[in-house]
């Protein structure tokens, strides 16, 4: 028996721009004579542009989504990223069957629960326990089903007061709380969540990603997840679907998939750690920079590396006395563990007016925590002036062997590590 829960095939799905009702009899009357009674490709495929929203366009007509051909196995749990308007929402609404898709099919096995968007599936006048039997019957589910999961509902919604209150009444994060429980207690055969997570508090959040790995892990069955949180993504997915204007530019692991999103965003600026530097004083120049053996931005740190080696080339127009300071940030902008030896240990580097070279080779813990950090550089005279600003000049990815997301190199409860050359 196939172990695909869930396959789109080459699926598609067009809209028309503009008011509702704006010359559209005329556009449906002419597709439904061309595909209907003259057997011909529908006229208006051909003229639908590319969902680009930074560009103007001079088409009516605009794809959402284009060529979408994956599958998704029994048990997966795919997190689906990308910019706003990639299509990532489009997507989970045809496989919700909210709207149907334009081109190709789509094929799912077993029921599927969605939470599309606050309020998704509730009637505002019936109540939060009117609701859950109302959702609970359109799944397929029996009342006496309804009842034994009624309690787990109701305890993990945390909405137990309210539940006889119409949920026109209720908060947001309240509608969204009992919207996942019910989405996720009712036994579907597959669950889709998009960004409404976000619109509940921490702890919510930090249940709901629980009852979910519960849900894939534990219950196997199949999770398809949109969200902006990459650490949540991280945590939650095993593997990873990435959308730009429409379509699918990548497909792989969790990490592939959120390195090559974020990469990507941040090599659209430059690629080569030289060309981000922000600012320079006019007698210095800046010829190339090396860290870890690459003069490209972005690179990777495995768990036995314990050496970072740094190389900053460039010519001063004058004898200066140079502290440089390099600090690792989180996704977050957490600083997490900086070298400034200059700054706490007065040890300076003496440059001589012509071309220069700089080498560090900056001494790591011995225990590197897995993800992704930012590195800022600068060259400067503690409390005197500047000489180089690079922040955000290179990302690197720790492939270490713990995964303490949000937490880097060793890191501590009281913080801050500070980063010494041998």
Known sequence: MSDIAIQFDNVGKLYKLGLVGTGSLVHDLNRWWKTTILRQEDPYLKIGETNDRSKKGSSDYVWALKDITFDVKQGDVVGIIGKNGAGKSTLLKLLSRVTSPTTGAIRAKGRIASLLEVGTGFHPELTGRENIYMNGSIMGMTRHEINRKLDEIVDFAGVERYLDTPVKRYSSGMTVRLGFAVAAFLEPEILVVDEVLAVGDAEFQKKAIGKMQDVSKGEGRTVLFVSHNMPAVRSLCTKGILLENGHIIYKGSTYETINHYLNKESLKESEYIKD???????????????????????????????????????????????????????????????????????????????????????????????????????????????????????????????????????????????????
């Open 276 to 422: 981000r530097i922000d600012w320079t004083k006019h007698t210095l120049s800046i010829d190339d920079i090396e860290i870890n053996h690459t003069t490209k931005s972005f690179s990777t740190i495995t768990s036995n590396q314990q050496i970072l080696n740094v190389i900053i080339k460039g010519y001063t127009q004058e004898d200066i006395l140079v502290d440089t300071i390099l600090t690792f940030k989180n996704k977050d902008e957490v600083p997490m563990a900086s070298l400034a030896e200059g700054h706490y240990k007065g040890k300076m580097k003496n440059i001589k007016s012509g071309t220069f070279e700089l080498e560090y080779n900056i001494q790591l813990p011995k225990i590197l925590s897995n993800g992704d950090y930012i590195i800022d550089l600068y060259l400067h005279h503690p409390m005197v002036e500047w000489y180089m600003k690079a922040p955000h000049c290179a990302e690197i990815h720790i492939d270490g062997f713990q995964e303490n997301f949000g937490r880097a190199l060793n890191v501590k409860e009281e913080g801050f590590i500070g980063l010494e050359t041998i």
